[in-house]
Nanobody, 118 residues
């Protein structure tokens, strides 16, 4: 069983920054380092969409809408993946979730709310 816990969301003004964390508190370090982690977001009335992903080897991918503004990174010893979000826009307002798939099973965190508003 994989547990993912997100944190770091909140209310921020446009052009502000937030750093989200996705932790796997129950994971063994030697297992967590093999996880690929994806950040998704879902705004009210919209479909869930991929924001950024990081593979077990550290390869990163981003949605076009966040390229140059968001950075995904990981620290395997801390069993954590971060999403640094800069130059936030109102359109980034959403619930943010982290996700991984292990042995064909999908695991999601509970989500953390990001609201960008003046």
């Amino acid at each position: 069983q994989v547990q993912l816990v997100e944190s770091g969301g909140g209310l921020v003004q446009p052009w502000g920054s937030l750093r989200l964390a996705c932790r796997a508190p129950r994971a063994i370090f030697s297992v967590f380092r093999d996880y690929s982690i994806t950040w998704y977001r879902q705004a009210p009335g919209k479909q869930r969409e991929v924001v950024a992903a990081i593979s077990d080897t550290g390869t990163t991918t981003y949605a076009d809408s966040v390229k140059g503004r968001f950075t995904i990174s990981r620290n395997n010893s801390r069993k954590t993946v971060w999403l640094q979000m800069n130059s936030l826009e109102p359109e980034d307002t959403a619930m943010y979730y982290c996700h991984t798939t292990q042995y064909g099973v999908d695991y999601w965190g509970q989500g953390t709310q990001v609201t960008v508003s003046s």
